[in-house]
């Protein structure tokens, strides 16, 4: 499943960064050592954006091609800092 997935998961990511209102940034990495395991590095300018996200329909449409292609996952929440 890992060119399905992929194609997924880069269209939902992609559309989250050119429609999801409050979302910053969409970052994806894919290990050079595993293939089969991924970083999303997400950034939205709040929660309620975040949760936004998660019901619009590109969301919908990669989390349940994940559901069946993943086998776990870990989810940081982060606060972000500035440097300036």
């Known amino acids: ?8 998961l880069l269209a939902n ?8 209102p409050g979302s ?3 970052d994806v990495s894919q ?3 595993d293939p089969l395991t991924w970083v ?3 950034v939205y300018d ?5 949760a936004a996200h ?7 449409a990669f989390d349940a091609v994940a ?7 870990t989810v940081l929440k982060c606060a972000g800092r500035h440097l300036t």
């Open 46 to 50: 709040r929660e309620e954006s975040h």
């Open 31 to 33: 290990s050079k050592d």
């Open 67 to 73: 559901a069946r292609a993943m086998t776990g996952k």
């Open 13 to 20: 990511a992609r559309a989250s960064v050119a429609t999801d």
């Open 54 to 60: 998660r019901r619009a329909a590109h969301f919908l």
């Open 1 to 8: 499943m890992l060119e399905e997935f992929e194609r997924a």
């Open 24 to 26: 910053l940034r969409f």
């Open 40 to 42: 999303l590095h997400e």
